[in-house]
């Protein structure tokens, strides 16, 4: 069983950054592909990033292309969410993810994301 610490999230003024972290334990997660996905109030959960399980491909939502980086140290078995030039619109509570189905070689969609953490919130001043 894998579970997901997902860390970091804080109020920051618009065009901050934030750097989250989600911790994995219970077992490695290097086979997996990870991801990010969001939550803001009175809205669906949306997806925001993905990295394959080696880190050689990853995926963006468009809403945060050139923004955000994420990246995976699987020998600290974490996976990180750089946010940079933060908006209002960014505010939500952000979720860790885990997918033991795929390694990330496309982009997981996010039924297939079966590990999560238990969200960090993120709230953007204007």
């Known amino acids: 069983q894998v579970k997901l610490a997902d860390s970091g999230g804080d109020l920051v003024q618009a065009g901050g950054s934030l750097r989250l972290s989600c911790a994995a334990s219970?077992?490695?997660?290097?086979?997996?592909?990870m991801g990010w996905f969001r939550q803001a109030p009175g809205k669906e959960r949306e997806f925001v990033s993905a990295?394959?399980?080696?880190?050689?491909?990853?995926y963006y939502a468009d809403s945060v292309k050139g923004r955000f980086t994420i990246s995976r140290d699987n020998a600290k078995n974490t996976v990180y969410l750089q946010m940079s030039s933060l908006k209002p619109e960014d505010t939500a509570v952000y979720y860790c993810a885990a997918s033991s189905y795929t390694s990330g070689t496309y982009r997981p969609s996010s039924n297939e994301f079966n590990y999560w953490g238990q969200g960090t919130q993120v709230t953007v001043s204007s």
């Open positions: 219970g077992r490695t997660v290097s086979t997996y592909a």
């Open positions: 990295i394959s399980a080696r880190g050689g491909n990853t």
